[in-house]
Structures are given as structure tokens and as C-alpha cells.
């Protein structure tokens, strides 16, 4: 089958789905087809350990009767198999507890946009690349990485990843869209060792075509650079200091604003932001914003870009915290109706159930200063390159993890630092942002330049 006829074909069947459920006596309906393509492989050593690659289509229905809904899925598009799955949810939905908020978006809320092209997030070559070259980008990482240094002599593997995904969503209010999805990767281990130990890091890159991934050479290098500096890792005192987190660790922190202001959590009241609109929340140096229509630059869209969120809805731009007041919530249709607003576009949509809370392009606006003009500031700090387990409150705020990092003194690392957890309560260290790096990269779909906090505790020897 072709791109095209599978198009073609799916959509259609989409919509047959709707109608036939309609005709069942839902008394509303929407389908979901999915299609895709995963490959991964990973080569240690030089030699291939895993090699994975996998196709899947599948189907889910959502129907309604009147305020009461249900959903079913099924992976056999079989005439009998959709038959069973329509008539399942139709019988469901008639037993299950009404709900005043269930329902579709009226038809006059849906997104114009109704296919992926154009907005860069799908390219051909991501699956046109044989498997032997795939192979060959993660041997080549690896091996890069065994040779930037005689004390990295060891590795937990070089991979490469590549994904596609069709979507095709139709509903019985008129709306029905699809959309396409490319995604590859390249990364490695390696491990380092001399007299003090071994560690071990790693680094990788990942894009929307193999256009823009890193070359092997500069992943390995930097993989090696990465799993060098922790040779000699020691433990520093309990005390009180500055903190630099990384861009890649800050993603995490600034990511936990998108959690909190999930408007099923804000419903709730089980989130520390509930309540705080037009408030100050963070920093005047914060400004965080979710944008699922961005292009990073011309063709090439972010890795939350979308025609259409998981309702049919427009994908909009949205300050979610503007110089550290907050200014919305992030909502679904459901959720929205909830709270009794209007959705805000972040509906995230699976083939079963009701759609969830997702986020587009989640960045904290980057700053003017350098990672190293932020280090340089830091008299007695640390620098953190890795965090351990989920000690997150999001109703408290309470942080607690185990860190990695490099410990920073009069300006300049001074050695790596390991088995210390550092702690303090996000409503704070959001107020304590005192600087924000202009080091902004997106890596996926959330992102974050460095940022420094203060008035955080480390818990060492």
C-alpha cells in the first residue's frame, strides 16, 4: 500500500467508523486511526546487541449518549473486529455514570488547519536511510566516543532510533483532520576509568530529519567530554549554596510549571498554583511560554508543533508565566468546561478514553548571559549535570533529589561531585531564579536554558 492510498483509505475509515456508530445510537462519536513505524538499534563494542523494528495500526472510538461516553480500541480492522468494538461502546456508553462535563467541541471551535503540511514535523528521509546505514551511525557514535580518550575503554552502547506516525482523527460534528510525524536519534555511553573509579555519561541528538541530527563524531566527543569530567567524583559538606542547573536538568524543573497548572490538577486543587492567577509565582526573569505553532526555523517545526491539539482544536501560543506572574492555565475542552473557561488548545489524544493535558513547545524564555557568565558569578556552588529518582511534590512544592554534578569555586569547576541530594520547595526556587542562560536548544518538546538558583540546600557528607 501506498502513503497516498493509506491516506486515502484510513481517513475514509475514519469516518465510516463515526457514521456506522452514529447509526448504532451514539448520539455523538469520534475516531481515531493510527499508523506507525519504529526501528532502534544499539551497537556495543562494535557489535550489534538489539536491533528492533516494528509497524502497528490500530483504531479507537469514543462515543457518547448524551452526557454519558465510552471508549474502545482495537489493533484488527477486520469487518467483524470494528463491528465488536463499535457495539461494545455503544452498550458501554448507556450504562456509564453521566458526566455534565462530556462531550465534543461545538463545531464552530475546531481547528481550519486540518493537515500537517507544511509545518516541518514530517520528513521521508528519517525511514528512506537502510538499516545498514542506521546501523552504521550508531557504530561510528560509539566508536567516537572510544576514541577521544585512552581512559574510555568500556561502553554501554552506541543507538540509533527512528520513528514515523500517521494520525487521522474524525467526528460526527463535522471535523476531520490528519497529520504525520517523523522523529530519529543517535546517542552513546561510553564509560571512563583510571585509577580514581569509572563513570559513566553519555550524550545524543535527536530531530525531526536526519538533516539536522549532530554528526556521530561531535555525539561520541561530547558523550566522552561528558563521562570524562565525573572521573574523581567525591561528596562535599551539607551546606547552603548556589546552584546552576544545567539545561538539560532546568527542563525538568521548569517542566513542573506545565504540571502545575494543568487545569484538571487546578480543578482539584492538587497542584501549588491553584488560585494563583494574576499572582507572582517566579522570578521577574521568568517568562515561560507553551507554543504549539512554532517553527524553529523556516520548514522545520518544533518537536510540539501540531495542526490540531487532541479535540480538534486549534494549537495556540500561550505566556503561561509572564516575568514571574502567573497569567493561565493549560486546559482540554473537558477541563475547561470544568473550570468554566475556554480550552486553551493542549488537548493530548491517545486512541482510548478521554483526551488528556499535553503541552506544544513548553520553554522558559532565554536570558542574556552565558552558562559560563553565570558560572563565573558563583563564589561556592554546584553545577548540576544529573538528577536521581522523582522527589517532586506538586501540591506542597517539597524538591528532594539525588545530583550529580561539578562543583564550582571562585567562578571555575573544581572537580565532580557525586552522591549529594540537593533540596528546597519549587515555590521558592522559582522566586530565586537569579539568572537565566541564553544556552536555549530544543532537544524535544520542552526546554530550558541554564538557570541559577539560590537558597538551596545540599545534602552531602
Known sequence: MTPTDSKAELLTHAQQIVDRAMRAGATDAEAVVYEGDEFSTKVRLGQVETLTESTSRAVGLRVFNGHR?????????SNASIERM???????????????????????????????????????????????DRIEMARATEAAAMAADTRIQNSDGGTFTASTMHKWIANSRGFEGEFRKSYCGIGCAPIAQDERGMQRDGWGSSARTLRKLDTPEEVGRE????????????????????????????????GDIFDAVNGDAVYRNATMFAGKLGEEVAS?????????????????GGFGTLPFDGDGLPM?????????????????????RKLGTRSTGNASRGLAGAPGIGS????????????????????????VTEVLGSGVNLVTGDYSQGATGMWIENGVFTGAVEEITIAGNLKEMYKNIVAVGNDLVFRGSSASPCIR?????????
Do not use: C, H, W
Open 316 to 336: 495556540q501560543r500561550k505566556v503561561i508565566v509572564d516575568k514571574g506572574v502567573l497569567q493561565t492555565y493549560v486546559t482540554n475542552t473537558y477541563t475547561a
Open 86 to 132: 463499535i457495539r461494545g461502546a455503544v452498550e458501554l456508553a448507556k450504562i456509564t455514570e453521566e458526566d455534565p462535563f462530556a462531550g465534543l467541541p461545538d463545531a464552530s471551535a475546531y481547528s481550519t488547519l486540518r493537515s500537517g503540511e507544511g509545518l516541518g514535523i514530517y520528513f521521508d528521509d528519517v525511514y528512506q536511510l537502510p538499516a545498514k
Open 284 to 300: 521577574p526573569l521568568v517568562t515561560v511560554i507553551d507554543d504549539g505553532t512554532m517553527m524553529l526555523e523556516p520548514g522545520l
Open 223 to 254: 558523550a566522552a567530554k561528558r563521562a570524562l569530567r565525573r572521573l574523581g567524583a567525591r561528596r562535599v559538606p551539607t551546606q547552603r549554596a548556589s546552584i546552576v542547573f544545567s539545561r538539560e536538568i532546568a527542563r525538568g524543573i521548569i
Open 69 to 77: 461516553t465510552a471508549s474502545t480500541s482495537t489493533n484488527d480492522f
Open 453 to 461: 538558583v539560590e537558597g538551596m540546600t545540599i545534602a552531602g557528607s
Open 360 to 383: 506544544g513547545n513548553f520553554y522558559l524564555q532565554p536570558g542574556t548571559l552565558s552558562p559560563r557568565e553565570i558560572i563565573a558569578e558563583v563564589q561556592n556552588g554546584l553545577y
